[in-house]
């Protein structure tokens, strides 16, 4: 079996509910895959401790094997116990932020040591922590971190995304923005920071986003950022989904639709919310549960088509589902083409980005040289898809 649809299998067991039907099918078709290549697929995606507990919960822990129980169960374990060692680690950083007065939102998968968004804190794996200040605070910040145990990483990741931190078995990346600099237009960030909420963890105040930035940060980075489309993340749809679920009414999704258009990106969000529907097998808050109905026969034809493509083409074939969704035209392909291909990819892509992924540093009057090489490498690939998708049909077709 294929990995986009091994994918899909382990995204419907995390989503299904105890009592539901299909359980026995889901668990049968894991079984079949072979639980080697599903325990891989899920610690690739961080999915494995919540996928251990699903299965506890859902009384399949018997028809485990024991080869398979002990390997899952060492896996469980160690997940949660790198999440007690982050959660101490969170709590000294907020401890010394509050005492110098500095506001620190909390981003992403750390949220859930104060929200119970995934059941309890143990079950969202997280690689790293995300903390967002302001950048005039970063300097008394960076002293903080240190005071915490952390040691300031130069050089990892440019200025624009954020600062690195290293120590305790942990990394942090403390953030100015809540999303890369090309694409903060998408956001108006003074009602980001002025709708954060106050929340606790242990009686330890700090700040999180609102539900309803939650559910747009998320679109955004997975999306926008980083074109999780075909080539989706297992934990990401499962993260959207949870949010939706905990803070059910909390959440304006009209208010998210109007951004999404504003944007001009309400297409890639009808196709987010398609794709969560087909793997997780789910229904989506009403606001949006309908919302790619019009647009399914398309959506079908692009993933099938480009959900099997070699892993070398799977950042173009990202691309070029982006260029697809957002125009139905010649013209709006073209226009998109370039947008996508040439204006976000080369031109307003971070230079410090760029001297990184090609490992020079220290180089800045390389980088117009850099940027022609990488409009060369982004065509090429596009090209490769092309010829890809035409052998493919003329493969159905005979």
């Not at 299909?22 to 325990?39: A, F, K, Q, R």
């Not at 060492?74 to 949660?80: E, F, P, R």
């Not at 929200?115 to 002293?143: C, G, H, T």
């Not at 997975?222 to 075909?230: F, G, T, Y």
């Amino acid at each position: 079996m294929n990995e986009p649809t091994t994918k899909r299998y382990i995204a419907r067991l995390l989503n299904i509910k105890r009592g539901e039907d299909g359980i026995d099918e889901v668990y049968n078709t894991l079984e079949s895959i072979g639980w080697n290549e599903i325990i891989n697929i899920a610690q690739e995606h961080r999915v494995m401790t919540f996928l251990f507990y699903k299965i506890k919960h859902l009384g399949l822990e018997e028809r485990l094997g024991t080869e398979t129980l002990q390997v899952m169960s060492l896996k469980y374990q160690k997940g949660v116990a790198k999440n007690v060692v982050t959660r101490h680690v969170l709590k000294d950083i907020i401890q010394s932020l509050n005492q110098y007065g500095i506001k620190a939102v909390i981003l992403k998968g750390a949220i859930n040591f104060c929200e119970n968004i995934y059941e309890n804190w143990n079950l969202r794996s997280m690689e790293d922590l995300d903390i967002l200040i302001k950048e005039e605070d970063f300097p008394v910040a960076r002293q903080c971190m240190k005071t915490a145990g952390l040691q300031h990483v130069e050089g990892q990741i440019p200025h624009d995304l954020s600062e690195d931190f290293q120590g305790r078995g942990i990394a942090v990346d403390m953030h100015y923005l809540p999303i890369h600099e090309k694409h903060i237009y998408l956001f108006d960030m003074n009602s980001f920071w002025s709708n954060t909420m106050c929340v606790e963890m242990n009686s330890l105040k700090m700040h999180i986003p609102s539900p309803t930035d939650q559910i747009y940060h998320k679109f955004i980075h997975d999306v926008i950022r980083h074109q999780e489309l075909v080539n989706f993340r297992i934990q990401n749809l499962c993260d959207f989904v949870n949010i939706s679920q905990y803070y059910k009414d909390r959440i304006d999704w009209k208010e998210i639709l109007r951004r999404t258009r504003k944007n001009g990106i309400e297409s890639l969000f009808k196709f987010h919310c398609w794709q969560i529907k087909k793997n997780l097998e789910t229904e989506l808050p009403e606001p949006i549960n309908n919302l790619s109905n019009d647009s399914v026969k398309c959506y079908e034809k692009w993933y099938n088509q480009l959900s099997g493509c070699p892993e070398r083409l799977k950042s173009a074939s990202e691309r070029l589902i982006v260029i697809l969704a957002k125009s139905s035209n010649n013209f709006g392909h073209l226009k998109h083409s370039f947008n996508v291909l040439v204006r976000e990819s080369v031109i307003n892509e971070s230079g410090g980005l760029l001297l990184s992924t090609y490992n020079i540093k220290k180089r800045k009057y390389l980088l117009p040289f850099i940027r022609t090489i990488h409009l060369a490498r982004i065509l090429f690939l596009h090209i490769l898809i092309i010829a890809y998708l035409a052998k493919q049909r003329l493969y159905t077709h005979k």
